[in-house]
């Protein structure tokens, strides 16, 4: 399984999209990974349904056996870490994502469109934009009088 560490999480691919969840202690299955509005959340809803069903988190007992033995199988030492969530999604293979502004983003169920700043700021990034004057160094041409 391939790994790769996207803001101090752990997710794997292997035909489908996992991440590895320290408190159960193994692989887990996400449909994807989003911007809410404040933070990158992990979308894992339909996995979710019953909260006392012994397949909770895994969608039947056969993913549940799959992410057991991928946990096994699997080195965890070795991943390589991304840092740009365009890379992660492009990564992920995800096909929902949205030009926002000036940035393809992906969005969860319940993302809050309006906190383009916070995004930003999230990211410790600027807006790319052409309004800004160029700030590195500029040659004068030396012109004869």
């Known amino acids: ?43 894992d809803s339909e996995f979710k349904r019953d909260l006392f069903s012994p397949e909770y988190g895994f969608g039947s007992l056969e993913q549940r056996r799959i992410c057991r033995e991928l946990t096994q199988e699997t080195e965890l030492s070795e991943f390589k870490t991304i840092t740009d969530p365009i890379e992660f999604w492009k990564w992920c293979g995800t096909s929902d994502v949205k030009w926002w502004k000036d940035r393809p983003v992906v969005f969860s169920q319940c993302a809050n469109k309006e906190t383009w700043r916070q995004y930003l700021s999230y990211l410790n990034t600027r807006a790319k934009t052409l309004r800004r004057p160029f700030t590195g160094r500029l040659t004068r041409r030396l012109v004869p009088k």
């Open 1 to 43: 399984m391939e790994l790769v560490s996207f803001r101090d999480t752990l997710y794997g691919k292997k035909g489908q999209l996992y991440t590895f969840d320290t408190l159960w202690e193994t692989f887990r299955p996400i449909t994807k990974v989003g911007w809410n509005g404040k933070q990158f959340v992990i979308v």
